[in-house]
């Protein structure tokens, strides 16, 4: 079975702080994926990347990076936390686009 | 990017009752994966349904994917407890790489 694994479940950060979210896939996709989920609004597309040192803009890419030095992790970074980037946060991986993604189990990021 | 809106919002039914999920879009799909996702986990692929027309079955649940491929529902027989989670339907854009999703429909099936 293909494992996403995020490095935290929860995490507490203050407003300013530069955060990082790493997550590691263990089935060799090319595509990783990050969402970030919210009450009424679904999973929204932050960022992806389809090889190594490859990403390219989601729906709401304002507020965060994103980095891939190797196939199988793809971190994403909040370079200055504000409070609007409290969420869950989920990673994503595939083989192919059209594919189904395989999920983490998420972040829980509250930024106070 | 295109839409998909997915109804209703939220579901809270007796344990016996049947139920039916939509997703709908003006915009045409070349497929449509429907996920469930239980609290504290990631969402978790339930099936995915290709061709304009298509119904799915995995025990009680049904799945149906319209003919213009723009619609999509899902279907459970007789609900149960274990059914109780949020249900995302998305979609894979026709002309594009992406995927969709729905805001969701959080089910909640009392005993």
């Known amino acids: 079975d293909v494992k996403v694994t995020q490095s935290s479940r929860y995490l507490v950060k203050r407003t300013g702080e530069k955060v990082f979210l790493e997550c590691v896939q263990d089935m060799d996709h090319e595509n990783m994926f990050w969402y970030r989920q919210d009450p009424g609004l679904g999973l929204r597309l932050i960022y992806f990347s389809y090889d190594v040192k490859m990403k390219e803009k989601g729906d709401i890419p304002e507020g965060y990076s994103v980095s891939r030095e190797k196939k199988e992790r793809f971190s994403l970074i909040l370079e200055s936390a504000s409070t609007n980037q409290t969420s869950m946060y989920l990673c994503?991986?595939?083989?192919?686009?059209?594919?189904?993604?395989?999920f983490g189990d998420g972040t829980r990021l509250s930024i106070l | 990017t295109q839409l998909l809106e997915q109804s209703p919002q939220f579901l809270s039914i007796q344990e016996g009752e049947n139920l039916t999920v939509y997703c709908n879009s003006s915009s045409v799909f070349s497929s449509l994966q429907w996920y469930r996702q239980e609290p504290g986990e990631g969402p978790v692929l339930l099936v995915t349904?290709?061709?304009?027309?298509e119904v799915k079955k995995l025990k009680r649940l049904t799945f149906q994917f319209g003919d213009a491929r723009k619609d999509s529902s899902l279907h459970i027989t007789a609900a149960q407890t274990g059914d109780t989670g949020l249900y995302l339907c998305a979609g894979v854009e026709e002309y594009g790489n992406k995927l969709v999703f729905g805001a969701g429909t959080i089910l909640r099936v009392k005993s």
């Open positions: 994503a991986s595939n083989r192919e686009y059209y594919q189904p993604q395989h």
């Open positions: 349904v290709v061709t304009g027309g």
